[in-house]
């Protein structure tokens, strides 16, 4: 994705332009894997911005809509960019989870949309406001 795409994105949420968003936004649309808070702050260390307005940042990005939150087998967030705002990445707001079972790394994987009408008519009286699927195995990688 060019760098200019980066503040149009920023912009068509209804966000100021900063260059920690930008920043940010960069390393999770460069990213293949969902990241943490921690592997974000260390990948912008040079760049010397504080915890705080980083959390500050994810979470604006989370509650716009930009990024989604995944969380881990430790109850740590991971976050991963949604699709409609990298065109180079497969994953829309209904996806899976894939976890690989060696390195950790959570990859989001594409399912078909109609995939969570069974769960959702299973029972009477259950509303279903998210559908999450996990996948365990092993990534490319270290295999």
Known sequence: MKSEAIPAILKKYKLKVTPVRIAVLRVLIDSDTAMSHADIAQLLSDQHFDKVTLYRTLSHFTEKGIVHKVATEDRSWLYAVLAENNADI???????????????????????EGSGQSVKSMKKGFLVKELEIRLHGVCPSCQ
């Open 90 to 112: 497969a994953t829309d707001k209904t996806h899976a989870h894939f976890i690989c079972d060696d390195c950790d790394k959570i990859f989001c994987f594409p399912i078909d």
